[in-house]
T-cell receptor, first 116, second 109 residues
Framework: GAVVSQHPSRVICKSGTSVKIECRSLDFQATTMFWYRQFPKQSLMLMATSNEGSKATYEQGVEKDKFLINHASLTLSTLTVTSAHPEDSSFYIC????????????FGQGTRLTVV | GQNIDQPTEMTATEGAIVQINCTYQ??????LFWYQQHAGEAPTFLSYNVLDGLEEKGRFSSFLSRSKGYSYLLLKELQMKDSASYLC??????????WGAGTKLIIKP
């Protein structure tokens, strides 16, 4: 079946630095990818919808200048957390749907970000 | 507004059967999903219902009633590895997934 790969799975960074997370669809072309964050014991919160070749659509309350999304190709979307702070520590997950008719959302493995 | 409701936590015994309910109110409906999520991991797909009725897949079954805005996930012959959170999600008219908060299922020996 379709697979979405996310990298890195874990990252620890210093406060004030930036971190880039990659999300790749491995056997299908994803015109749209979704970025979520999940705090402990809470459900997924949609941050933004990444659209290939155009600007991402951010959910209310999500700072687009802090969470930079680039969807430069049909198989790759990146999320960059800029000037990270400890409160940005969270589990970030991407997902994508195969546009060839499947409705299931495939998830990346997730990235555990810890800002120290 | 859009809303997905499911119980916060449930406890069941190994070998038994458990039913996790989900009710929803969304702007449009393009299907309902159930995902399993173990702590610290990404969700994994369990089932998809778009028509009324029961879909069975091994030990897991999912039911949908669109007129009632209701679904349930039925887990049979529970195993300890089934301890996880179970997320209900509805795809709305814009093909966006609206997520429930998840139900933490605790399996006891």
């Amino acid at each position: 079946g379709a697979v979405v790969s996310q990298h890195p799975s874990r990252v620890i960074c210093k406060s004030g630095t930036s971190v880039k997370i990659e999300c790749r669809s491995l056997d299908f072309q994803a015109t749209t990818m979704f970025w979520y964050r999940q705090f402990p014991k809470q459900s997924l919160m949609l941050m933004a919808t990444s659209n290939e070749g155009s600007k991402a659509t951010y959910e209310q309350g999500v700072e687009k200048d802090k969470f930079l999304i680039n969807h430069a190709s049909l198989t790759l979307s990146t999320l960059t957390v800029t000037s990270a702070h400890p409160e940005d520590s969270s589990f970030y997950i991407c997902s994508a749907r195969d546009p060839r008719g499947e409705t299931e959302a495939f998830f990346g493995q997730g990235t555990r970000l810890t800002v120290v | 507004g859009q809303n997905i409701d499911q119980p916060t936590e449930m406890t069941a015994t190994e070998g038994a059967i458990v039913q996790i309910n989900c009710t929803y109110q969304t702007s449009g409906f393009n299907g309902l999903f159930w995902y399993q999520q173990h702590a610290g991991e990404a969700p994994t797909f369990l089932s998809y219902n778009v028509l009324d009725g029961l879909e069975e897949k091994g030990r897991f079954s999912s039911f949908l009633s669109r007129s009632k805005g209701y679904s349930y996930l039925l887990l049979k012959e529970l195993q300890m590895k089934d301890s996880a959170s179970y997320l209900c999600a509805v795809m709305d008219s814009n093909y966006q997934l609206i997520w429930g908060a998840g139900t933490k299922l605790i399996i006891k020996p």
